[in-house]
């Protein structure tokens, strides 16, 4: 079974906020429950953000097991067996919640990056594709939909789904990432360094850039450069440091990991 991209995933398992589980009335619960369940999401987004997965997938299950109709809850469960990698669970919390919520987005799109997990690309297309008919604007389908097609190994494609997805959100740094990563694995190479420097002007602590900057410019002959962006690199993420990580968990294109990989062996 192919690993999730957590990398990525954890930048999208947004799912449904504490402001909106604050927000989901039940009618069969008393005011002491609902106070209950709202401290749980509080307690289980605090996991989540320490990445405490294992923790953070009790509290949803303390919830659910409250109201086992909770869409948002059920969601949010899904994010977080997907970072403990149980994809075929969060796809049954997904589904439910979907069957529960089918005009919400949130399940569609974490639905995907679990199948994508699966390597089930088609089937997570069709997910992303149905996020943007409900909203076209949405950057994180757009982004998603990039990595989709680019594990069918259908690079315009994803360059196209990256392009648009920074043009909808210019901010989504990830995005841009992604942009640069497959412009290079199309042999555009030098559009792709300058798309990475651009994004390192505006986010220098941006280890996945940083690392990848490094092997390009590592291939190109320019040591110092690269040598300076390493150190950037794995003083930021040491998971850098492990190119098996790099190929299965980031997922970096195959041109990309073998220039890293050329540095990581020369080095």
Do not use: C
């Not at 079974?1 to 954890?10: E, N």
């Not at 405490?52 to 509290?59: I, L, Q």
């Not at 399940?107 to 997990?117: D, F, H, I, M, V």
């Not at 997910?127 to 008919?133: A, G, K, S, T």
């Amino acid at each position: 079974m192919r690993l999730i991209v957590i990398f990525l995933s954890l930048l999208l398992v947004f799912g449904w906020g504490e402001a909106v589980m604050a927000q989901t009335q039940s009618p069969n619960l008393s005011q002491e429950q609902l106070q209950q369940r709202d401290e749980l999401a509080t307690k289980a987004f605090a996991a989540t953000d320490k990445g405490d997965f294992a923790t953070a997938e009790r509290y949803w299950t303390q919830i659910i097991e409250q109201s086992p109709d909770n869409a948002a809850a059920l969601s949010n469960r899904g994010n977080s067996r997907v970072s403990q990698n149980k994809l075929q669970e969060a796809l049954a919390d997904y589904n439910k919640a979907i069957e529960l919520a089918p005009n919400v987005t949130d399940p569609y799109l974490n639905r995907g990056t679990a199948l994508e997990g699966l390597g089930k690309w088609e089937e997570a297309i069709a997910d992303y594709n149905h996020v943007l008919e409900l909203d076209p604007k949405d950057a994180m389908a757009y982004n998603n939909r990039g990595n989709a097609n680019a594990g069918l190994g259908k690079w315009e494609e994803a360059i196209a789904d990256y392009k648009k997805s920074a043009e909808v959100t210019p901010n989504f740094a990830f995005a841009r990432a992604n942009y640069a990563l497959a412009l290079y694995e199309t042999g555009k190479v030098d559009e792709a360094i300058r798309e990475m420097r651009n994004i390192l002007r505006k986010y220098p602590n941006f280890a996945d850039v940083r690392a990848a900057i490094t092997a390009a410019y590592w291939v190109q002959g320019k040591q110092g450069e690269a040598e300076s962006n390493w150190v950037s690199a794995v003083g930021l993420d040491q998971r850098y440091k492990d190119i098996k990580w790099v190929a299965n968990v980031r997922r970096w294109p195959p041109s990309m990991v073998t220039a890293l990989k050329k540095f990581l062996t020369l080095k």
